[in-house]
């Protein structure tokens, strides 16, 4: 853990993760234990959803969840963290928005505005997203409001809910 300071305080981090290759759940479940033994501390976790694909159809349907974390680690070791989780489930990169294993995106870091070649926070498509909306909308609709996101959950369903995905992680522990 970084020490809370000035230059490091201690943010809450919005995330999304999706899987649509392999044991979908497994891997959701492992990337999760990777983020939370790193440096990101749990606070909350939406439900899991599947999802059809979207951006390139021809491709098995996603599970996706929000994840919801405390850090104070900063942005671009956030990033690094994400990436790393990517590559321990040996996520490939044959076509764009194709199948994978793990994906690991930034949504939100408390009321901060990047743009930077490599991360742009708020994530700058979130708001087309419903896979991202629609479990965000259930944990915190405040937060849609807040950032001017439309609420959206067309074409998601809830396979998981949100209470089964937590007695998971504290039961089986993280790398279940
Ligand atoms: C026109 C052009 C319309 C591009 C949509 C949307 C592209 C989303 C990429 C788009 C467009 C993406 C996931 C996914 C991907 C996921 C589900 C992406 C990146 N990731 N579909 N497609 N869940 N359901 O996590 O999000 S590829
Ligand atoms: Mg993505
Ligand atoms: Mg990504």
């Known amino acids: 853990m970084i020490k809370r300071t000035d230059e490091n305080p201690l943010q809450t981090v919005w995330l999304s993760l ?18 939370l033994t790193g440096g990101l501390m ?8 599947e999802t059809d694909p979207v951006g390139f159809l021809e491709q098995p349907p996603f599970y996706n969840l929000v994840l919801k974390v405390r850090t104070t680690l900063p ?12 590559k321990a489930l040996r996520r490939e990169r044959a076509l764009r928005w194709g199948p994978r294993t793990l994906d690991v995106d930034i949504l939100l870091i408390g009321d901060r505005r990047l743009s930077e070649a490599d991360l742009e926070v708020p994530h700058p ?7 991202v909306l629609g479990p965000l909308e259930d944990m915190d609709p405040a937060i849609l409001k807040k950032w001017g996101f439309p609420p959206r959950r067309a074409g998601i ?15 089986n522990g993280w790398l279940s």
């Open 18 to 35: 999706g899987s649509n290759l392999g044991d979908r759940l497994q891997n959701l479940i492992r990337g999760m234990g990777i983020l």
């Open 157 to 171: 369903d809830l396979k998981i809910p949100a209470s089964d995905v937590r007695i998971l992680l504290q039961q």
């Open 42 to 49: 749990f606070e909350d976790c939406s439900g899991i959803y």
């Open 75 to 86: 942005p671009h070791e956030i990033l690094v963290l994400c990436q790393q989780a990517e």
């Open 125 to 131: 498509r979130m708001k087309e997203r419903a896979f």
